[in-house]
């Protein structure tokens, strides 16, 4: 916990009366969160994400949050003899692997996560796309780079094909806080292994949210020398990609955020989850914490 005894009052009354006016504009905004990297693993970030997530929901607005698990999902493919494998950032996901995601993600990770934020003081509800149908997809099918025209079948993969927001805006009428973990379910009942960032992206566009927050294990979107970018537009996005600065786990990553940004999210920012608080420096004051995502 943050040590405040050395910070004088007027200090923490100005640190305070910073965060009125975004309280004032977020408030009973939706702000989906994108929960992975370092601040999933560090005990001391999950303690600052879980507080922050608490908060955000105190002073009213409407944090969702969506979460990975791709190292506690190798961990125990370590375990059972097998290495995970990933093309184009996305895991390649067979029957034992999609068994092992399920287990991991709408299990063990969802629920440690649903009981941290209930401890610091919040009301957290665990779901998966399964619930409800909350979250419809249909098997992915991938260009393969060398080859455009091939597709490549990466297993039970799956692309939203749609996402039914009314189990979020009932969850909010109780001023609960939606845990999400990216598994959809087939027009067969089929589960699908869905990357948490396309996740995070659709649930944004369908729910209109104010924000999609994005954490990462690096300062935000970097150029080819390790500069931080605090701003990008789709063109360079688009050269960045091409001249391969932008590749494996970023790519979901920006793809969903520029969806998001493009189809009505008013901002969209790629930030660093080892930064002790960062949802509450990236949202409630002035000083940013990684890349802004324009639409234009």
């Not at 998966?128 to 091939?150: C, H, Y």
């Not at 597709?151 to 009314?166: A, E, N, Q, R």
């Not at 688009?238 to 790519?251: I, P, Q, W």
């Not at 949202?283 to 914490?289: C, R, W």
Request: contains cysteine; aromatic residues 4%.
């Amino acid at each position: 916990m943050l040590n405040t005894a050395s910070i004088s009052p007027e200090t923490k009354a100005g640190v305070l009366a910073e965060a009125l006016p975004f309280i004032k504009r977020f408030f009973d905004k939706t702000i989906v969160i994108k929960y992975g990297g370092n601040a999933m693993t560090d005990p001391k970030l999950k303690d600052c994400f879980a507080r922050d997530v608490v908060l955000l929901k105190l002073v009213g607005m409407n944090p969702v949050v969506v979460h990975g698990g791709g190292p506690q999902i190798d961990d125990l493919l370590k375990r059972v003899g097998k290495q995970g494998q990933f093309i184009q950032g996305m895991r390649v996901t067979d029957e034992e692997t999609m068994d092992i995601v399920e287990m991991v993600l709408g299990g063990a990770v969802n629920k440690e996560i649903v009981n941290l934020i209930n401890r610091h003081g919040g009301k957290a509800v665990g779901l998966t796309g399964q619930d409800g149908g909350f979250i419809r997809a249909r098997k992915l099918l991938m260009p393969n780079k060398e080859n455009p025209e091939e597709m490549l079948d990466i297993g039970l993969v799956g692309d939203i094909t749609s996402i039914d927001p009314s189990i979020i805006a009932f969850l909010d009428t109780g001023d609960f806080i939606p845990v999400i973990a990216p598994i959809g379910v087939g027009p067969d009942s089929e589960s699908y292994n869905i990357n948490a960032d396309v996740v995070a992206g659709k649930l944004a566009e369908v729910l209109q949210a104010e924000k999609l927050i994005l954490l990462t294990n690096t300062p935000g979107v970097l150029d080819k020398n390790g500069v931080l970018l605090t701003g990008l537009t789709p063109r360079q996005i688009d050269d960045m990609v091409a001249d391969g600065t932008l590749s494996g786990g970023m790519l979901p990553k920006i793809s969903s955020a520029l969806d998001a940004a493009r189809s009505g999210v008013r901002s969209v920012h790629i930030i660093d989850g080892r930064v002790e608080h960062a949802l509450l420096l990236e949202i409630l004051t002035e000083a940013g914490v990684g890349t802004l995502i324009k639409s234009k």
